[in-house]
């Protein structure tokens, strides 16, 4: 099993920079990439960001590009996603994931319980 717990979320102002964290621990040894998605009220969760596990290729969704920036310190597994230039329709509950198979409907195997990001206008 593979545990995932989020950190770093809270209330910033538009325009302000927040970095969220991702512990990654357990049998980590078979994961090949993770992800950052979120889910605003009322709507879908959606893709934000992700990280290959060998080699380190990022991906992002269009509406973040430019803005946040993922990565991943390989010695403690923990992840990043740095954001910056926030707006208010970033506000969502972040979650990060991680991918060893098939994995779901994300194509994600394993979850974190979520860390809310605020953005005031």
């Known amino acids: 099993q593979v545990q995932l717990v989020e950190s770093g979320g809270g209330l910033v102002q538009t325009g302000g920079s927040l970095r969220l964290s991702c512990d990654i621990s357990g049998r980590t040894f078979n994961l090949h990439r993770s992800d950052w998605f979120r889910q605003a009220p009322g709507k879908e969760r959606e893709f934000v960001a992700a990280?290959?596990?060998?080699?380190?290729?990022?991906y992002y969704a269009d509406f973040v590009k430019g803005r946040f920036t993922i990565s991943r310190v390989a010695a403690n597994n923990t992840m990043y996603l740095q954001m910056n230039s926030l707006k208010p329709e970033d506000t969502a509950v972040y979650y990060c994931a991680a991918a060893e198979g098939v994995g779901d409907a994300y194509g994600m195997d394993y979850w974190g319980k979520g860390a809310l990001v605020t953005v005031s206008s």
């Open positions: 990280i290959a596990w060998g080699g380190g290729s990022t």
